[in-house]
């Protein structure tokens, strides 16, 4: 029987209360128009990008738990992302989501499958390394550059983003819009600093005891992160509905 890390859970626990509250918060002020520049503050970006960072972590990191059901849950969070992407664009075109978090997550898992026998070769030290370097490195992609959109070390070529086909990859079409938009690049480094961190894990014992401390209440909501993203925001949109009518 594997052991259960109970602080993974609880971290998942504390991004996903940081996930709802943003959002909502991102309803209100937003979607309608209470504070209209408050996504463009610093401090709502870092906010954002950390709930995204751990969410992406964990996900790589839990993938070696769930190793021989990848492609089933790869499938899984495809679909629930499609339906999130058919419902908003129903219900709130104006935040329609097209490759959000669960879509990228889903493909992130199912590429990890043919990957995997390439990636345990590396050392995961050096695994580690690489992927934040070439996250960075990708981290402005969907900008037309590699490196920081302030500091580019190349111009890409604009035939890549001329395609729909493309837009899940990094390189989104003229127009396209997204409330919520992960693609593979650079956000799959992420996800592959995560998996090589686990096998550091396993042979820390260190680390194992620490990661088998369980936080009350988060460790709990941890384990169904997947159901509170999935009815978060209609409940939250209701909530608005109701202050603001």
């Known amino acids: 029987m594997k052991k259960r890390f109970y602080l993974i859970d609880g971290i998942r626990g504390l991004a996903i209360v940081n996930m709802v509250l943003f959002h909502f918060l991102y309803d209100v002020f937003i979607l309608y ?3 209209p ?3 463009d503050r610093t401090g709502t970006f870092l906010w954002q990008q950390g709930i995204c960072w751990t969410f992406i972590l964990i996900s790589g990191m ?3 738990f769930g190793k021989k059901g990848s492609l089933k849950r790869g499938l899984l969070l495809n679909f629930w992302g499609l ?4 419902v908003t664009c129903v219900a ?12 990228f997550i889903g493909c992130a898992v199912l590429l990890m499958i043919p990957l995997d026998r390439i990636f345990r070769r590396f050392p995961p030290v050096a695994g580690i390394v690489v992927s934040m370097v070439l996250f ?4 402005d992609v969907q900008s037309g550059v590699l ?6 070390l190349a111009v890409l070529p604009d035939g890549l983003y001329q395609s729909r086909v493309l837009t899940p990859f990094g390189f989104p079409f003229p127009g396209f819009r997204s409330s919520d938009y992960f693609p593979i690049l650079p956000w799959f480094f992420l996800f592959s600093a995560g998996y090589f961190f686990f096998p550091i894990l396993q042979k820390s014992q260190k680390l194992q005891n620490v990661f088998s401390v369980r936080i009350p209440v988060l460790s709990k ?11 978060h925001q209609p409940v939250a949109m209701g909530i608005c509905m109701l202050l603001f009518h």
């Open 33 to 35: 128009g209470r504070q």
């Open 37 to 39: 520049d408050w996504y």
């Open 62 to 64: 839990v993938w070696h």
């Open 83 to 86: 339906v999130i992407s058919a």
């Open 92 to 103: 709130e075109p104006q935040a329609a989501v097209w490759f959000g978090i669960l879509n």
């Open 136 to 139: 960075f490195l990708f981290r």
């Open 147 to 152: 490196g920081l959109a302030s500091h580019p």
């Open 221 to 231: 909501l941890g384990t169904w992160s997947l159901w509170i993203y999935l009815i």
